[in-house]
């Protein structure tokens, strides 16, 4: 298994619209951070988690050529509003686009994308099979074991996906015991970690590293960063052994 990050900033990207703050001012490629997104490849079936505004430039950085399906978290706009971007995809395979999501996910997606979902759809719209998943259940995708994970975005319930050995988790705020035996065991996992200070719809930097202890992957990998957080190189120096910054485009193999 290979898993590309795709992106790894959070809603307002790094750097952010108007800041010089140091993150932003940066000249390190590392900190230059599009919207968080993932890509889990076995071997030839491309899994994409989220569909943010930067899901284009994303497909060109990585020379994605086909994408087999989309998971989507949830449904606030840094993860689902690039979805008209799957056209080309349509447009080379002559297929629909398989997107998984939860139902109240799927619903915001058929209201936010009326054009898509009308049944005599426009023409040139994205080709789209919509699959509603429980969040307690597991599915398949091309032979591929598929465990959502639920956990909490603030008050909205939302869902990171555990694949094989490698879980992906992002936006969370808390994960409930049961939920992190359905972590446990995983060789690693990919969890977002904002900023410092307090949030209250996302784990902070020491809440992600404690949730990383409890679970005690082989290693983790944070994501979802925010300007407030800290530099790339900095990340690196204060992250316990076992822990790493995530970076746009860093491949790693399970």
């Known amino acids: 298994m290979k898993v590309t990050f795709l992106g790894t900033g959070t809603s307002s990207g790094i750097p952010m619209i108007g800041c ?13 951070r599009l919207r968080t997104s993932a890509m889990i490849s076995v071997n030839d079936v491309n899994i994409v988690i989220d569909v943010g505004p930067d899901f284009r430039q994303q497909m060109l950085s990585n020379q994605v050529k086909n994408v087999d399906a989309i998971l989507i978290t949830h449904e606030h706009n840094d993860h689902i509003i690039g979805m008209d971007d799957i056209r080309p995809f349509n447009f080379n395979s002559g297929k629909q686009m398989d997107v998984y999501a939860i139902e109240r996910t799927a619903i915001e997606l058929k209201d936010r994308f009326k054009y898509i979902f009308r049944n005599e759809a426009y023409p040139g719209a994205p080709q789209i099979r919509l699959h509603i998943i429980d969040p307690q259940v597991s599915f398949e995708i091309s032979g591929i074991k598929i465990t959502p994970i639920e956990v909490m975005h603030g008050r909205l319930r939302i869902v990171g996906f555990r694949i094989g050995d490698f879980t992906y988790v992002t936006d969370a705020k808390t994960i409930s015991l ?4 359905k972590i446990r065991g995983s060789k690693v996992l990919a969890l977002n970690a904002l900023r410092r200070k307090e949030h209250h719809s996302h784990l902070t930097l020491q809440q992600a590293i404690e949730v990383v202890q409890e679970i005690q992957p082989d290693t983790a990998y944070f994501t979802h960063f925010s300007h407030w957080l800290a530099t790339h190189e900095e990340l690196e120096t204060e992250l316990p052994n076992n822990i790493f910054p995530a970076f746009d485009n860093l491949n790693i193999e399970i």
Do not use: A, H, Q, R
Request: charged share 40%.
């Open 20 to 32: 010089d703050c140091k993150v932003c001012s940066s000249t390190n490629p590392k900190d230059k």
């Open 178 to 181: 049961s939920e992190m035996e």
